[in-house]
């Protein structure tokens, strides 16, 4: 598989500015995963509570509701690259602003300004994809960046574990803000269709004129795109339900671990060990979508991962082994990075460059909020029920919307 695997991308790595941006995804990942944990620790050290540190991530989750359909629309009328650079600088100052936010009231205010631009960069990053990969190379360009993703998962917070333990959170919060500054001089060199991209330039300057209702008339076409396309409609419900069914689960898995795979005292370890290996599970996966994604329909095929994941999920909540827990968990990593490797891959093949960040600033706009609201329900819900109920009932829920979206294809085929 790892030969195959090496084979499909050959185009890939010959493409200097997939890899200059993927070169800039890694190294900008790492430092990401540097001040989440160092973040976390600064709010726990001034707080000691962890209440503040879920204020926190909900600051930095509202602007991407509140601006994903106009960040969308904005990424769509100017130069990707361009958008980039800029909030990359501007992510490089917030994260060096972390050094000296030294209360909570600084710290809140940059959480929410780095909502802001996510709300921008999530668009943009996932648009400019298929402006610097072909069509028939895009399953591969994303599975290829998502295996990256998994290494990252890995060797980031490792790496973000032992520098705050060992040098404190500044010098994590210092490392990001760099990391920021490379991947924007790596994306400055990358070179797009400029005569594309300068017809957009001039247009813009007319679209500054323009009046609201205008820009209101654009959201709604991006969105009346996204309503007649059925591939992109299913897509996205399909992500919405996975995420309102999957966020909850994190917190449990926990839980999960003390009452089931070790108690208190292994809690740490072994819950550690757990996502260690999904991060490992989702660099196969990775692998395993690029050499055989293409040879399925990607709907079905996204149906069937969801049914899988539903299965392991219920097989995972019933086991006590920890060895066989372990095996479980790394096949939901796999799952999972198929499952986005998937929605990108989709979005991106059947969406036009007029409507392209706004499908993916609808998107944002929606899942942040629902992962919000699906962290609350799970926490809710271990007030009354075991955490390997919850993961049974999410299992059950996942099946069946899985299974619901089979039925319906499979009757719209006959029809």
């Keep these: 598989m790892i030969s195959e695997f090496t084979k499909r991308n050959k185009v890939l790595l010959s493409n200097s500015n997939f890899m200059l941006y993927i070169i800039g995804y890694v190294i900008s990942g790492i430092g990401s995963r540097l001040t989440t944990i160092a973040i976390s620790s600064k709010i726990l050290y001034i707080t000691k509570s962890g209440l503040s540190l879920s204020a926190t991530l909900m600051l930095e989750g509202i602007p991407s509701f509140l601006l994903g359909l106009f960040a969308g629309n904005v990424v769509d009328k100017m130069r990707k690259k361009n958008i980039l650079i800029i909030l990359y600088i501007l992510f490089a100052l917030t994260s060096f602003g972390l050094i000296f936010a030294n209360n909570m009231s600084l710290i809140y205010m940059i959480s929410f300004i780095n909502g802001i631009l996510t709300a921008f960069e999530y668009p943009a990053r996932n648009s400019i994809i298929p402006k610097i990969v072909d069509k028939e190379h895009l399953l591969e360009a994303n599975s290829f960046?998502?295996?990256?993703?998994?290494?990252?998962?890995?060797?980031?917070?490792?790496?973000?574990?032992?520098?705050?333990?060992?040098?404190?959170?500044?010098?994590?919060?210092?490392?990001?803000?760099?990391?920021?500054?490379?991947?924007?001089?790596?994306?400055?060199?990358?070179?797009?269709?400029?005569?594309?991209?300068?017809?957009?330039?001039?247009?813009?300057?007319?679209?500054?004129?323009?009046?609201?209702?205008?820009?209101?008339?654009?959201?709604?076409?991006?969105?009346?795109?996204?309503?007649?396309?059925?591939?992109?409609?299913q897509v996205i419900n399909l992500n919405l339900l996975s995420t309102l069914i999957i966020?909850?689960?994190?917190?449990?898995?926990?839980?999960?671990?003390?009452?089931?795979?070790?108690?208190?005292?292994l809690l740490a370890a072994r819950s550690g060990m757990l996502f260690s290996l999904a991060g490992v599970g989702g660099l196969i996966g990775g692998i395993l979508i690029n050499v055989i994604g293409k040879q399925f329909s990607s709907?079905?095929?996204?149906?069937?991962?969801?049914?899988?994941?539903?299965?392991?999920?219920?097989?995972?909540?019933n086991s006590k082994i920890f060895l066989l827990s372990s095996i479980l968990f790394t096949f939901l990593g796999v799952i999972f990075v198929v499952f986005e490797t998937l929605t990108d891959t989709i979005?991106?093949?059947?969406?036009?460059?007029?409507?392209?960040?706004?499908?993916?600033?609808?998107?944002?706009?929606?899942?942040?909020?629902?992962?919000?609201?699906?962290?609350?329900?799970?926490?809710?819900?271990?007030?009354?029920?075991?955490?390997?109920?919850?993961?049974?009932?999410?299992?059950?829920?996942?099946?069946?919307v899985a299974l619901m979206y089979k039925i319906y294809n499979s009757l719209k085929v006959v029809n």
């Design 145 to 233: 960046r998502s295996s990256l993703s998994s290494i990252n998962m890995i060797v980031g917070y490792s790496i973000g574990g032992i520098i705050v333990t060992v040098f404190g959170n500044d010098l994590s919060f210092l490392i990001d803000s760099i990391t920021f500054i490379v991947i924007a001089a790596l994306i400055a060199f990358i070179k797009i269709d400029e005569k594309v991209q300068a017809d957009k330039k001039e247009n813009l300057f007319n679209d500054i004129s323009k009046t609201v209702n205008n820009t209101i008339n654009e959201i709604i076409q991006g969105i009346k795109f996204i309503g007649d396309s059925r591939i992109i409609k």
């Design 347 to 400: 979005i991106q093949e059947n969406t036009n460059d007029d409507n392209r960040g706004k499908v993916y600033g609808f998107l944002g706009s929606l899942v942040d909020p629902l992962s919000i609201i699906s962290l609350g329900v799970g926490g809710a819900l271990t007030g009354i029920l075991t955490a390997k109920t919850i993961f049974i009932l999410c299992g059950i829920a996942e099946i069946t």
């Design 247 to 265: 966020s909850m689960q994190t917190p449990l898995v926990y839980i999960f671990v003390e009452n089931y795979l070790g108690g208190e005292k």
């Design 299 to 317: 709907i079905s095929l996204m149906t069937t991962v969801l049914l899988f994941d539903g299965i392991t999920l219920i097989a995972f909540s």
